[in-house]
């Protein structure tokens, strides 16, 4: 079938998934479910009719108000829609109509063999955008949206390469020889998805349960939870403050105590990091066979705590040297998720280009405040994390390979 066809198909579907990210964007902040009540007007509480919910088109031949008591509708709304429905054609062409990602459209292995995989990814950049809006409005990242995309890529992408899919693995060797030897598989699997060698594979494992034990003794209150007070103390900060300063939000508090706090949370990564020391000491050296699925398990594992890790060290260095909260804890859960879905090798470029976007996200608000003569809000760093991966996403194969010398030296852990 041609591509053409798949290429309306997923704009067509990525408009429907961008109208549920508008009510993912309005609820999940409010604790509000995301399936009940249906759709319906903030305003006037319609309930609405499923030709008042068709993606951009409902928002255009109503004039961007409310069918029932005509209240404008935030343009947020068709903007949502269309930018979603847009990266996931992008995504489509990139993937499958261009030589950017040649693995996806290698012949013989087009968008038939590789769906699932592109699905995963499609998944990421909803999330992305979720994340994107909300931290953006709110200054946080909603921790069930990062966990969502990580659950996916560690059910996902194992399971169809355990099945066979999308990879012909019959035809392939069964088996994965590490510490020494490339994986077992033509070329084209590079990049595709997650891998790690033997050493990676038990190190991750071994990191895993470290994590699980910091989160029990975390909830036991053993280990105690960081920034606990953060709520009481802004709270009695404002109440301070004169009605102006109030106005200015959240932006202008800063926590008393951010040094003591985060060295709390150096207590809760000691076990995963001994956890992953522990699991690379013990894994079997010599001729031991992997099979793939157990590879890209691993390599989910492994790139979901170096996500976690680049981020959360740079937190509490950060915080330690500047005597204020540096990154916040949504960016550490949203970057773990990224190193699950595109693997651990991919989380440096990611973790390295965001800055960048910081960088003109910072000149362009100079800028427009020296035009506007007005002030802008700063933006948090979640969105740019996001627009990193994005630039990953596409031109994984170009980043990756002028940072192979890089790579190589993490190569007994993971494939890159």
Not at 87 to 92: E, I, N, P, Y
Not at 135 to 154: G, H, N
Not at 201 to 220: E, F, N, P, R, T
Not at 321 to 334: N, W
């Amino acid at each position: 079938m041609p591509n053409w066809f798949w290429l309306i198909s997923v704009t067509i579907y990525g408009g429907c998934i961008g109208s549920f990210l508008n009510v993912v964007i309005y609820r999940l902040p409010e604790g509000k479910s995301l399936v009940s009540p249906g759709s319906r007007c903030p305003s006037c509480e319609h309930n609405l009719a499923w030709y008042d919910n068709v993606p951009v088109l409902a928002w255009l031949w109503l004039a961007g108000k409310c069918r029932y008591c005509k209240t404008s509708i935030s343009i947020q709304y068709p903007l949502v829609e269309a930018a979603t429905a847009l990266m996931f054609a992008g995504l489509f062409a990139v993937y499958y109509m261009t030589d950017l990602r040649w693995e996806f459209s290698t012949p013989g292995h087009e968008f038939q063999g590789t769906w699932q995989i592109y699905a995963v990814h499609a998944v990421l950049l909803a999330g992305l955008i979720a994340s994107t809006m909300i931290d953006a409005k709110l200054f946080i990242i909603p921790r069930q949206i990062p966990w969502l995309l990580t659950a996916v890529a560690m059910v996902v992408l194992p399971t169809v390469v355990y099945l066979g899919n999308p990879f012909n693995l019959d035809k392939l060797p069964s088996a994965l020889h590490t510490l020494g030897g490339w994986i077992g598989a033509p070329v084209y699997l590079s990049g595709l998805v997650p891998r790690a060698r033997t050493m990676g594979v038990w190190a991750s494992a071994g990191g895993a349960a470290g994590l699980a034990i910091s989160l029990l003794l975390l909830k036991l209150k053993v280990i105690p939870l960081s920034f606990a007070d953060y709520d009481e103390a802004y709270q009695a900060h404002v109440s301070a403050q004169p009605t102006p300063a109030k106005d200015e939000g959240e932006s202008w508090f800063h926590y008393p105590h951010p040094r003591r706090e985060v060295l709390k949370e150096v207590l809760f990564l000691i076990l995963p990091i001994l956890g992953m020391v522990i699991g690379a000491w013990l894994a079997p050296r010599g001729d031991y066979a992997l099979t793939m699925w157990q590879s890209v398990l691993g390599g989910v594992m492994m790139g979901y705590l170096v996500g976690a890790g680049i981020i959360w060290m740079t937190r509490i260095l950060g915080t330690l040297a500047f005597g204020k909260e540096a990154m916040g804890l949504g960016d550490v859960h949203l970057l773990a998720a990224i190193g699950a879905v595109l693997g651990a090798g991919e989380t440096i470029p990611v973790f390295f280009i965001a800055p960048f976007f910081g960088l003109a996200a910072a000149m362009l608000m100079f800028g427009l405040s020296a035009v506007m003569k007005k002030r802008f809000q700063p933006i948090p760093y979640g969105p740019y994390l996001a627009g990193a991966a994005v630039i990953v996403m596409i031109f994984r194969e170009s980043i990756m390979g002028f940072l192979k010398p890089l790579m190589q030296i993490f190569d007994i852990l993971f494939m890159a």
